[in-house]
């Protein structure tokens, strides 16, 4: 839940890079008009293949607001791989670090996007892909990067599952779970997020909402983008909270993420 710098290396060379280390999966979207009732057989607006998960949104986001950033995750074999690989080094990804696995399938979402309430739900197929290892962090240069990016943000639905009804509650609920000194941050949809510092203040900053909602998937991993982004340039926790905010808001209100920045 807290998020750290990697080990400097005076004598590299180059800017140092951002990593974000988790998911990629093939997003397949379908937008509706509205979300369709049980058993029913609904037209789509339109449809889409997407690359999804949050790792590899998070990087896309990176790389739009001008990080030099790398994606670590599992990859299988197979064509949906292949698409989500060419799709990373689209937006200068650097995807060197993807460890190609032998066995499994690639995860893959279900989206049905509502038009009319810009929400989206989500059906989730894992693809029985393994972690990468320590093995794998072994072949890593850890000296080219600044910033290494897990599943440091609390997210509303694991407040939520947790019993906290708000992002401020939950930051003073789950303090004690986390190092000393650590900081945590929870963003919370409508009302905005949360930060706790290493001295224990809670900091807020409102949402910034589209006029209009348009496509809220990936939300989460934009404000989580951005505010590393934020951070890794040196602003305080409140400066990135509100970019967070901002960057999440105006990417509600576009269709995916080309045309964010």
Known sequence: MAAGAARRDPGSGGERRILCVGLVCLDIISVVEAYPPEDSDTR???QRWQRGGNASNSCTVLALLGAPVSFMGSLAPGHAADFVLSDLRRYGVDARHAVRQHDGSLPASVVIASARRGTRTILHAHGNLPDVTARDFEKVDLSRFKWIHWEVF???????????????????????????RATMICAWAEAGADAMGPDGEILHSDAFPPETVVDTLGAGDTFNAAVIFAL??????????????????????????????
């Open 44 to 46: 789509c607006l339109s």
């Open 154 to 180: 609390i997210s509303k639905d694991l407040a939520q599952h947790f019993g906290y009804s708000s992002a401020p509650e939950a930051l003073r609920g789950l303090r004690s779970r986390v190092q000393p």
């Open 232 to 261: 890794s340039e040196g602003k305080s926790l409140q400066e990135a909270l509100t970019f967070g905010c901002r960057i999440a808001g105006k990417k509600c209100g576009i269709q995916g993420f080309d045309g964010l920045v």
